[in-house]
């Protein structure tokens, strides 16, 4: 599962990207910027598929289900 938010900082809004893996419950990929653009989102699922390999699950085609509010940055054709 993936979403992000936004948190006030002291100097200004700083957007959290994360994806979640349900069964585990852990934060398997995030990231952090100051402008809501695609790139961020993507570096948070490219942490996730970096972290399945890294505990020996691969990714298999098929086998891996990702969801998200379908927002803006979820959409986009990277």
């Not at 938010?5 to 952090?32: C, E, L, M, Q």
């Not at 598929?49 to 990277?78: C, E, M, N, Y």
């Amino acid at each position: 599962m993936a979403d992000f938010t936004h948190v006030k900082a002291w100097s200004a809004v700083v957007y959290v990207a994360f994806v979640v893996d349900t069964f585990s419950r852990r934060i398997v990929g995030w990231s952090a910027a100051t402008v809501k653009e695609t790139v961020f989102v993507l570096d948070a699922l490219e942490m996730a598929v970096w972290q399945r390999d890294r505990d020996h699950h691969p990714i298999q085609s098929g086998k891996l289900i990702h969801h998200s509010d379908a927002g803006s940055q979820f959409t986009s054709l990277a």
